[in-house]
Structures are given as C-alpha cells and as structure tokens.
C-alpha cells in the first residue's frame, strides 16, 4: 500500500499545474492533502471523483475561506471518516480520521506557530490532542499512520540553517520538544528510521531567494506511525523531484495491511 501526504499551499492552484494528470500517472493507494484552501461546495466534480480514477474523496475544510483544510483520495473506501472532534480545531479544518480495518489513517495539518511564537498555545493545544489520539488508537490495539504537515523541524539536520533558525516558527524549543515527547511516547518518524542521520532532505522551501534550488530547505512533513506497525514499513521517502508547491510529497509503503 502506497500512501502519499502533500501540503498542496490550494487545491485549486496545484489543480492547474497538472496535479491530477499526475495523480493518475503516480496511483497511489491514498493520498492525504494538506492546506487545501476550499470547501466541496467551491469545486466541481474533478476535484471530488477525479476523472480516469477510483478515488473517492473526504474533506475537512475551514470555517474561513481559502484557509488550511485537509482532504484524503482514497481507492479503498474507509470503514468510517470522522473530524477530531474538537470544535477549536475543527473549525480550521485541521484534521481527518479515515478508520480502516486494522489501522487508523490520521491526515493532520498542524497549526504554525507564527512569528514571535503568536499561535504557539494553539499548536501545542492542537499537538497534545493529537498525541491523545494516537495513544488512544494504540491503547485499543490498533495500529496509526499520523501524515501530513507537522509545521516543525525536529533537529538540528531537519533543517538547512539551524542556527538561523533557532528563534523561527517551525524550530522553536517547545516545538521540537513537543515532538521528543511524541516519539518518547512509542511513535515513529519513519523518514528518520530508515535515513538516520543523513543531512539534506527536506520537503519545504520558501519561495524566496532560489531556495529550492539551493536546497535551503526544512523538513516539516512526516509519515509517523506507532511502534508495533514499523515492521510492515517497507520504505519512506520524499519526493523532492515534483513540483507544483512549496512543498514536495511525502511517501510511505506498508506492507500489506487492511
């Protein structure tokens, strides 16, 4: 099962640079979406069925127009797709929860902390509620893949400034330790288990000064999964060859799994 997360910066905006011609070309199992910026009720039908395809689609979207939400493209349908169940972030269209027969599919798009740490209070809320959950699943005996844009890099080679950096959204100390704890907690960074310690991947670039193309980037997107699923992890990686964003998908393979 071939499971793909992208922070798309507007559905609308990636749609006309191509992205469900390559949609249908890469045919993922699923594909999670991240800062969609719409509600269903603004697109039409290519968007909810791609044509030419077997997904279906499910979408959380925000109160405020043209802001974050997420959306998943599934082949298989889910058993059930809910919200996080919290009105302070649902209402920002930060979360769906795809349940399968085995696993959870968490598709996630944290909150940015903002300059001089403004929204921090709302990230770690969100962050915390999000561990709850995941603990949650795995108390049950069930297995996750929490995927999407975590808004952090977590260490020093996350990142390709760190010193630059250690007062910036996305790298502050509570931040990251937040994500020391979610690992503590028996939770994988799967990128990080199968590339550690290797310097130079990242899955976002600002738009400024060629950054892309230098490779001055940070890596804030993330497949993690709870410990006992890690087994049927074949591989995750990023896509940094496709374009059409700021960001560049995320991609994960399991072994077989319902």
Known sequence: MRIISWNVNGIRAVEKRGFFEWLKKENPDIICI???KAEP???????INPPGTSYSSFWASAKKKGYSGV????????????????PEFDEEGRVLIAEYKDFSLIAAYFPNSQDEGKRLSYKLAFNDAILKLCNSIVK??????????????HTPIDLA?????????????????????????GHVDTFRHFHPGETGHYSWWSYR????EENIGWRIDYHCVDRDLLPKVKSSIIRPDVTGSDHCPVEIEIKSIS
């Not at 049950?140 to 890099?153: E, I, M, T």
């Open 161 to 185: 400034r760190p010193k630059q950096n250690e007062k910036s959204a996305g790298y502050l100390p509570e931040e990251r330790a937040w994500m020391d704890s979610f690992l503590a907690a």
């Open 34 to 36: 991240n800062e969609t």
């Open 71 to 86: 959306a998943i493209y599934t082949k298989k349908k889910p058993d059930d797709v809910r919200f996080l169940g919290i």
């Open 209 to 212: 000064s060629r950054a892309r």
């Open 41 to 47: 009720g603004q697109l039409s039908a290519v968007f």
């Open 140 to 153: 049950k005996g069930r297995h996750f893949l929490l995927c999407g844009d975590y808004n952090v890099a």
